[in-house]
């Protein structure tokens, strides 16, 4: 600034038109030079020049080094992890036929797309999965436990391949938080819910405080489900498949990879899969009970329902079926004696039909109870000793 102080003006003749703003001259005048920096000029038949005083001596360079050059690689997306889940309805926002689809991948390619085909072309969109799934393994094996109340014995722990896990409240739990399907040998999946997680190790967490076999899953319990058994949190991450009624039970080809790429690249891979619709399934009646009447026998149980069951206001549960139906299977082993239907939560086995089919009164009897819909079929059963 102080050697700038001083400004200058004059005019140079064309000849000298090559100087541009910005050049450094020296004007000798009265026997000095002065070393001036032009900082501003006009062009007319003659250059007027405006510059200010400069001493080049002031200025150091700075010291500085060159940077590699870096270029980051582009992100390479190989094969994404994809679960495949058939599961009851567990939430309200889902038609209850539908499957779902939870996946994971690192890097993150934004989504997972998968697309359905009853061929091998013509393959279309039917879910993308958006946000990386909570996934992991269970390291220890499982036993049955008791349903419709807390299990205390079994305690689960889990390696996940992504996320966290975390404990909630006793209430929270209650109100639906902290749900998860854990994977048996037979492809089945129990829903259960845990109220306490606590990080053992890496990416390892012991879940203790169970509710087990909710959503009419008990009958997906094991003694045990061995270590090694797929473990999916039933968060967001978790997708609903876009079906109809009329695709339930049909195995369909089914492509997967990052969504920002064609399904025809190299990182989609291919599974043959389709859906049960278990949230069409009626859940498994409980509490049979039984009578003689006289040498009759009569068979009672407690029905339960898969919508609206939640609230202690009514006197009895919705029915959620188009209409009340349930069969009795008599069982002799494994093989069936006979199937009594009936239309209300009871059935008669008459002492003439325990004859036909025993030669006598027998003093009990093992049975299967089914609710039975117009549109799955079959529900879950419950067996007991009569």
Request: cysteine-free; hydrophobic content about 40%; proline content about 6%.
């Amino acid at each position: 600034t102080w050697t700038a102080r001083e400004s200058v003006q004059f005019a140079l003749p064309p000849s000298r038109l090559a100087l541009e703003v910005g050049d450094v001259v020296t004007l000798r005048q009265a026997g000095r030079d002065w070393k001036l920096r032009i900082t501003g000029m006009s062009e007319r038949a003659f250059a007027e020049i405006e510059a200010r005083t400069i001493d080049p001596d002031v200025f150091v360079p700075v010291p500085w080094t060159t940077r590699p050059w870096h270029v980051p690689p582009a992100p390479v997306f190989g094969p994404s992890l994809a679960v495949f889940l058939d599961l009851p309805r567990f939430r309200e926002s889902d038609e209850p036929h539908v499957g779902h689809v939870a996946a994971f991948q690192d890097p993150w390619p934004g989504g997972v797309a998968f697309y359905r085909s009853p061929e091998t072309t013509g393959y279309q969109l039917r879910a993308t999965a958006a946000a990386k799934a909570t996934l992991g393994v269970t390291t220890n094996d499982l036993y049955a436990g008791p349903t419709w109340r807390f299990d205390h014995a079994n305690r689960i722990t889990v390696q996940l391949d992504h996320g966290t896990l975390s404990s909630v409240s006793e209430i929270a739990l209650l109100a639906g938080a902290n749900m998860a399907a854990i994977e048996n040998d037979d492809g089945e999946w129990e829903i259960i819910q845990f109220r306490d997680a606590t990080l053992i190790g890496t990416n390892t967490y012991e879940l203790a405080v169970l509710l087990r076999g909710q959503f009419g899953t008990e009958g997906a319990m094991r003694s045990p489900v061995a270590a090694g058994a797929r473990f999916v949190l039933l968060d967001s991450a978790v997708t609903a498949v876009n079906m109809s009624v009329e695709e339930i039970a049909l195995d369909f080809n089914w492509r997967y990879g990052p969504a920002n790429l064609d399904y025809s690249h190299a990182s989609y891979q291919q599974v043959t899969q389709g859906f049960s619709g278990l949230g069409l399934r009626p859940y498994s009646p409980v509490h049979a009970t039984s009578k003689r009447l006289g040498n009759d026998l009569e068979i009672a149980w407690l029905r339960r329902t898969r919508e609206g069951g939640d609230s202690w206001a009514g006197l009895e549960v919705p029915l959620g079926e188009e209409s009340e139906l349930y069969e009795v299977d008599i069982l002799d082993g494994a093989s069936v004696k006979r199937t009594l239907s009936t239309t209300e939560p009871k059935a008669i086995y008459s002492e003439a039909d325990q004859i036909v089919d025993w030669g006598a009164v027998q003093p009990s009897y093992a049975v299967r109870i089914y609710q039975v819909s117009a549109t799955f079929g079959r529900g879950v059963a419950l067996a007991a000793t009569v």
